[in-house]
């Protein structure tokens, strides 16, 4: 079999989304409110698809995405995104040659970090990606679990909105945008993008209301908003509907827990479902009962290091670092060999060196640790990553983390 791989071209889009709906599994056509949003938002110039033949079989793309890295800067990150392989033309390293171009092109247009989130965590370590956010899903009993509230809860209010509504909409992206800094992980969000957060397919609801949106408000100034829906359930004689919270941000505590205590307090509901919240959500100290919210972490960001010392030298550390790694990336050869990185809560340098090597690892460790999510001593424990020079895996460990766990706040 051969593949020829090449960038789409535009009057080939229909043919990209029948190819990504039979590599999911669920057949043309692909979600038409997805495709429309994803049309709207793909660039042509970072897609790849691959050809047997006159046969379209796999797909690829990125977005040109900035994340937010630790010290509060960001850096440009290509999102990784739409990787399909049609079934007939699977394990036969169709994967493979689209990765291999697609970080080519990354490295020759100087982008320093890639991201994505896998629909398989298995997927793409082979391919110098880690873990470097996770997020939180919890299922909260919300007629037994009592919350604690910040002071300043009761005195706001909310208010009832169309969350697609442009000025309500406006206003909600205004306030993500003074978000984005805060957290590690979080994904600016250029025009197009605010309607990402607002998906709600009809087909994806399973019985569930459309999104609602609620406001918290103070003296007319938005202080959080939370989208969420409500799934009905009467089947036991009973009401224990859920409600199903799909984005929420605030400013402050106070506006966290008025939009908290307001999902748990729905009338004819008895289960709070939170699909994705950075794993140090404040929720988690404000429920009386941590057992019966079923918190389980998953793997979220998957985040590759496409230029080593870019992405170093592009964020700031929590103490002073001056640490020689020697890095393994079989993937992306030119990241490998000896980097000196010397940096602080105000800047870093990350240079090449002939210098003794003080940390041993692969790219992919590099990678879980660069947003302050995983621990290198963590890495170190588990046999990844090698101390050299002694001290050198407590400095480097305790400069890259961070206050806040990273996050992003949606998958695309
Ligand atoms: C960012 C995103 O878009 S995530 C979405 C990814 N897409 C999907 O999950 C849709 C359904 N799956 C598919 O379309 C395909 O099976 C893909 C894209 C996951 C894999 O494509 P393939 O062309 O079969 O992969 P390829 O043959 O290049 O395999 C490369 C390597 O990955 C491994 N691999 C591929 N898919 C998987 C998987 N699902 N789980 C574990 N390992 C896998 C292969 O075994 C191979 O391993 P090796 O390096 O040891 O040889």
Not at 4 to 12: M, P
Not at 90 to 111: C, F, I, K, T
Not at 199 to 227: N, T
Request: aromatic share 6%.
């Amino acid at each position: 079999m051969s593949i020829e791989l090449r960038q789409l071209d535009g009057s080939e889009l229909d043919r990209f989304f029948e190819t990504l709906a039979h590599a999911f599994g669920q057949g043309p056509p692909f979600p038409a409110e997805m495709e429309e949003l994803w049309r709207s938002l793909l660039e042509l110039k970072r897609t790849v698809s691959a050809w047997d033949g006159e046969q379209l079989v796999g797909t690829a793309s990125t977005f040109d995405f900035r994340v937010t890295v630790p010290g509060g800067g960001s850096l440009p990150a290509a999102g990784v995104t739409a990787v399909g392989v049609r079934p007939t033309h699977r394990r036969r390293g169709v994967l493979r040659s689209m990765m291999r171009r697609q970080l080519d092109e990354l490295h020759a247009w100087g982008e320093p970090l890639a991201l994505l989130t896998a629909s398989e965590p298995e997927i793409y370590g082979r391919f110098g990606y880690g873990v470097a956010s996770e997020e939180l899903t919890a299922r909260i009993d919300t007629s037994r679990v009592r919350l604690t509230l910040p002071e300043g809860a009761d005195e706001l209010s909310l208010r009832l909105v169309d969350p697609r509504d442009p000025e309500v909409l406006a206003r909600c992206e205004e306030l993500y945008a003074r978000r984005v800094p805060v957290r590690p992980g979080m994904l600016e969000r250029r025009p197009g993008w605010q309607w990402v957060p607002l998906r709600d397919p009809a087909e994806k609801r399973d019985g569930a209301s459309p999104m609602i949106c609620v406001l918290a408000e103070s003296d007319g100034e938005l202080r959080g908003y939370a989208r969420y829906a409500v799934r009905p359930r009467w089947d036991t004689g009973s009401p224990h509907g859920q409600v199903l919270l799909h984005n929420m941000e605030a400013l402050d505590p106070a506006a966290h827990g008025a939009l908290l205590r307001y999902l748990c307090d729905l009338d004819l509901t008895t289960e709070l479902d939170v699909r994705s919240r950075p794993t140090d959500d404040p929720l988690l100290h404000m429920v009386s009962d941590t057992r019966r919210c079923h918190v389980r972490p998953l793997d979220q960001l998957h985040l590759r290091l496409v230029e080593v010392d870019a992405a170093l030298a592009g964020r700031t550390y929590a103490a002073p670092v001056d640490v020689v790694f020697e890095v393994a990336d079989a993937f992306c050869p030119w990241n490998e060999g000896r980097w000196r990185l010397t940096g602080d809560a105000h800047g870093a340098r990350c240079v090449r060196t002939d210098e003794t090597p003080e940390l041993a690892l692969s790219v992919r460790e590099l990678a879980s640790g660069y947003l302050g999510g995983t621990s290198l001593s963590a890495l170190a424990d588990a046999g990844l990553v090698r101390e050299l020079r002694s001290g050198a895996l407590a400095e480097a460990t305790t400069a890259f983390r961070g206050a806040l766990a990273p996050w992003a706040p949606h998958g695309f």
